[in-house]
């Protein structure tokens, strides 16, 4: 397990905090703590980054994570990247602060209905819950109503 520090300086411009120096860090990403700052009246976040070193042959991407899943998962993957990619714009965070790839690859693997279930998934605490956990159910359940009236198979049945 490497650790690395990052610290942003928020983008007027933008309305955020840029996300390229984050995508330099190599290989998974497991958990993100944040520390938010100002300096010479500049708002700033500091992010220590817990990550795992990607093996230098035959490893993993992060890339993978999708072709990990089992088809009747990707579409509600996909939906709920681009749940996260929306938050973390309007929030000025970067998308892994809110939920990593394997996170949302445990959300649509599990499919949860509640909170109770949604606190059961890998990286979802009780304060991501709060924070979003009314969001991600919505996502799950508009997939799921959606896979219903389509008839598409169920997980169950694949």
């Known amino acids: 397990m490497q650790i690395s520090l990052v610290t942003l300086a928020f983008d007027p411009a933008t309305g955020g905090f840029p996300q390229a120096p984050l995508k330099e860090i190599e290989g998974e990403i497991v958990n993100v703590v944040e520390h938010f ?4 009246e500049v708002p700033r976040l500091l992010l220590v980054v817990h990550h795992r070193e990607q093996p230098r042959s035959g490893g993993k991407s992060k890339r993978l994570v999708v072709g990990d899943l089992p088809p009747e998962d990707r579409e509600l993957y996909k939906r709920l990247s681009a749940w996260r990619l929306g938050r973390s714009q309007a929030d000025g965070v970067p998308v892994y602060i809110i939920f990593t790839n394997r996170h949302l690859a ?4 599990r499919r949860p209905r509640s909170n109770r279930e949604l606190v059961e998934v890998r990286g979802v605490g009780e304060a991501k819950a709060g ?7 919505k996502v799950v359940s ?7 009236t389509q008839e598409a198979p169920k997980k169950d049945d694949v």
């Open 131 to 137: 924070q979003y956990g009314a969001e991600v159910l």
């Open 142 to 148: 508009q997939y799921l109503s959606a896979e219903d």
């Open 106 to 109: 445990d959300l649509a693997r």
């Open 37 to 40: 700052f100002h300096f010479e």
